[in-house]
Every structure is written in C-alpha cells, then in structure tokens.
C-alpha cells in the first residue's frame, strides 16, 4: 500500500488521503473547484481526479450536483475511493478506473454540464522527470499529449458546457493553441501569489460550441504583502466559497 499523508481541506471540512512522495493536490484544485458554477443537478466529469480533492471540494460546495471522479493511476484510485467514503460522499461522487484516451462509453461523451481538470504539466523532456511514477505520471505526457487530454476531455462535455481547468502560465499560449475551434467565450483568470509579482498558474474557462472572444479577467492576488492568505482566498480554501471568474 503507497505511504500516505493526512490531509486537511476547507478548514478542515474535508479530510484527504494523499500520497507522501507522489502528486499532491493543493490550492490549484480547490481554486480550480471554486470556480465551476455547478447549478442544481449539473453532471461534473472531474478528469484526472487523483486523490479526489476537486470532487470533493465540489461535493461539498453544492451537495446537489452528481461528480464522476476519472482516474488512470491504481495508487489514486485507490485513494480516491476511499477519500469519498471517508468524507460521505458516496451518493454525490463516482470514482471510474479508466484511460481518457480509450473511453467509448463510459462515461459517456457528450453528455457532461461541466468537466474540470489539472492536466499532466510537461511535455516528456522539457524537465528532468521525477523518480516517483505517480508523480511522473502527474505532471508530464508525451509530445502532443495536452492536446489530446484536452480534446478528449471536451468531448465528454454536451454542447453548451462548461469546460475549468487550472495550469502554469508558462504554458498559456500552448493550452490556447490546442483548445482553438473547441471552446469559445473563454475566460483567463490568473492566479497572482501577491501583489506586483508574476502569476504563477491560471484558471481557464470556456464553453463547448460558442464563438465568442477570448477574456482576459483581473484574476485574484492570493497573499497579503505579510505573506497570509487574503480574506478572499481564504474564503475559498477555508471555508469553501466559489469563485467567481468575470
């Protein structure tokens, strides 16, 4: 069994299995969690779930809206399960064991309100890969893989859904160039550490079917200039407030 830490989130509210040397979620995932606007009875498809923070951080934002939690990695999985009976949201979240890359049907394409993903981060080569599999897994793929990930990953959407990912800003202009003629309205809402510095990741959202331009938002400035989270932030970390993009 992977070696596991115990993991607070929303103020507790949320406890999350994670592993101790593998891919660990954090503020990306419940920021990118706040910021999907799931009404009443909304599907959500949460690609490359993981341990399941997002799910859960939705879940427990709005107890209405039905999440299926998709995993390729046995150790995830296996905590994934496990963080969704713990935190009792068996009847809200749906763990699948499956490869986005080889689904036919199940689930089912085109019929998500919402999808949300934390995409693998690099390109196999651009950075030294970790000795740790599930975090090598995590944060890279091969050439032409965020491509494929985010295709796939919207095609699962019906049209007119809602498509929320998080990501490094350094790979803005690649995660464009491979959404362009699948999203429209898209919204870029970068996440600043503190004022006056360089905005490390950004949260991207679009509609499946739209042709409407591409936004740049004013985003959200993360600490105070004594290095605490803002009481913004901390609404939505601590006390699981959603996020608002534009």
């Keep these: 069994m992977v070696e596991t830490t115990d993991d607070d989130f929303l103020g507790g509210r949320l406890k999350v299995l994670q592993p101790t040397h593998g891919f660990r979620a954090g503020v990306d995932s419940v920021m990118a969690a706040a910021a999907v606007p799931a009404e009443d009875g909304a599907r959500v498809l949460d690609v490359g779930a993981g341990a399941g923070v997002i799910s859960l ?10 999440i299926v939690a998709l995993e390729i990695s046995a150790d995830q999985f296996e905590l994934l399960v496990r963080n969704i009976e713990r935190n009792k949201h068996i009847e809200r979240v749906t763990p699948i064991r499956a490869d986005l890359f080889e689904i036919a049907n199940d689930p ?23 000795s740790n599999m599930g975090k090598a897994v995590a944060h890279a793929g091969p050439e032409g893989f965020l491509a494929g990930w985010l295709a796939r990953s919207i095609r699962m959407l019906r ?11 350094a790979s803005l202009t690649r995660v464009l160039a491979c959404l362009d003629g699948h999203l429209g309205d898209i919204v870029i809402f970068p996440l600043w550490p503190r004022a006056g510095q360089r905005a490390k990741r950004f949260i991207l959202q679009g509609k499946k079917g739209a042709k409407g331009p591409t936004v740049l938002a004013s985003g959200l400035v993360l600490h105070s200039d004594a290095g605490a989270f803002n009481e913004t932030a901390e609404g939505i970390l601590r006390h699981g407030n959603s996020l608002t993009l534009i």
Excluded: I, W
């Design 159 to 169: 049209p007119g859904g809602l498509f929320t990912m998080v990501y490094p800003v």
């Design 57 to 66: 951080a939705l879940a427990h934002r709005e107890p209405s809206c039905r």
């Design 108 to 130: 089912e394409p085109n019929s998500f309100d919402h999808v949300v993903t934390n995409p693998p981060f690099y390109q196999d080569g651009a950075v030294q890969t970790s």
